[in-house]
């Protein structure tokens, strides 16, 4: 019982180049989540959508593009990688009240 | 401007006694705080939650405290088990509200 998978697990790209990040429900959940987690920083909110082609702002959105068009999935796109962006990406859906369910993480590293 | 902070970035615990692990807020409008555990190469996942309508919730060996005139919430593992090793996150949301804002973390560490 995966509920939601992300893919790919790892990749490894060269700046400039442009990367998409997928996530999969199979919940039917509203809210997806689209996160990155540094040392010393937590998680940090990049995008977040409440339905079919609704998203929003994060905190930390610059540089990043997100589109959903179908319930199951929410997709995350780095137009141009730069190291910055290096980090590990984590998908979630919002199962209860405030309760968030994550996928395993996606590792970018940009060279 | 950090509004949830963890301050302690680690905490080592015997095996089978008391871990505490502590998260202070700033903004009085959340009303809802939760703890996530995350083991590495993993997602982060739910612990236990509270509402600020309460000051205790008990799960088990899992007990988070909220304090809220202090804006501070805790949380007590009895006893701690070497499988509790991981990085605790709290994080904190208001009210109709459905992002939540996290802490940095705190990684905990058994001993034997």
Redesign the interface.
């Known amino acids: 019982d995966a509920g ?1 998978t992300q893919s790919p697990r790892h990749k490894v790209t060269e700046t400039g180049t442009p990367v998409t990040l997928r996530c999969h429900q199979t919940e039917n959940h509203r ?1 997806m989540y689209w996160y990155r987690q540094d040392p ?6 990049i995008h ?1 959508s ?1 339905g079919v082609k609704d998203t929003d702002k ?1 905190e930390v959105s610059d540089g990043y593009s997100v589109s959903r068009s179908k319930t199951e999935d929410f997709l995350l796109t780095l137009e141009s990688a730069t190291s910055s962006q290096t980090s590990v990406y ?1 998908c ?1 859906i ?1 199962r209860g ?9 996606s590792r970018l590293t940009v060279l | 401007d950090q509004q ?1 902070k ?1 301050n302690s ?1 680690s905490l080592s615990v015997q095996e089978g006694r008391i871990s505490i692990l502590n998260c202070d807020y700033t903004n009085s409008m959340f009303d ?1 705080f ?1 703890w ?1 555990k995350k083991y590495p ?6 612990l236990i ?1 509270i509402s600020s309508i309460k000051d205790k919730n008990e799960d088990g060996r899992f007990t988070v405290f909220l304090n809220k005139s202090a804006k501070h919430l805790s949380l007590h593992i009895v006893p701690s088990q070497p499988g509790d090793s991981a990085v605790y ?1 709290c ?1 904190a ?1 208001m009210d109709s509200n ?3 804002i ?4 705190t990684k905990l560490i058994i001993k034997p």
């Open positions: 939601i809210y010393g920083h937590g998680l940090r909110l977040y409440y994060g984590f979630a919002m009240t405030g309760e968030l369910f994550f996928g395993e993480g | 949830v963890q970035p809802y939760l996530y190469a993993e997602g982060p996942t739910f939650s996150f994080a949301s459905y992002q939540l996290w802490g940095a973390g």
